[in-house]
């Protein structure tokens, strides 16, 4: 039973991020808390959305949704801050990382709502 609930997250993960971007991950780092701690959780989440971005960017570079022109001036501020929060990933509380993605989502929410 546990494969098949493993299979419908990494589905809605895909099609989450296929529809709204790195949003995939989402779903996927409550699920993978359940067995792993957070800091596991959150770099497993990376791991596996790195694959899925990839497809997504194939599909949306082919059908002309998008081009590296678009992301360039993001790119290097990017890696940079994905490097940032490497480290701090690293180095903060379990429950601090856990309160930052919870308002995290809660901002991301209310911004949705409210445009």
Do not use: E
């Not at 039973?1 to 895909?14: D, E, V």
């Not at 590296?68 to 490497?86: M, N, Y």
């Not at 701090?88 to 379990?94: E, G, I």
Request: proline share 4%.
């Amino acid at each position: 039973m546990k494969k098949y609930l493993f299979s419908l997250w990494g589905i809605l993960a895909g099609v989450l991020n296929g529809l709204l971007g790195a949003g995939g991950g989402m779903p996927v780092v409550p699920i993978l808390q359940s067995k792993l701690d957070v800091q596991k959780s959150h770099a497993t989440c990376v791991a596996i959305i790195l694959p899925i971005c990839v497809v997504s960017i194939i599909m949306y570079i082919t059908s002309g949704k998008v081009t590296f022109g678009d992301a360039a001036p993001f790119l290097i501020w990017g890696v940079i801050g994905s490097v940032i929060g490497t480290v701090f990933l690293s180095k903060l509380k379990p429950v601090i990382i856990r309160k930052v993605f919870a308002v995290l989502m809660l901002w991301a929410a209310y911004r949705l709502i409210t445009r």
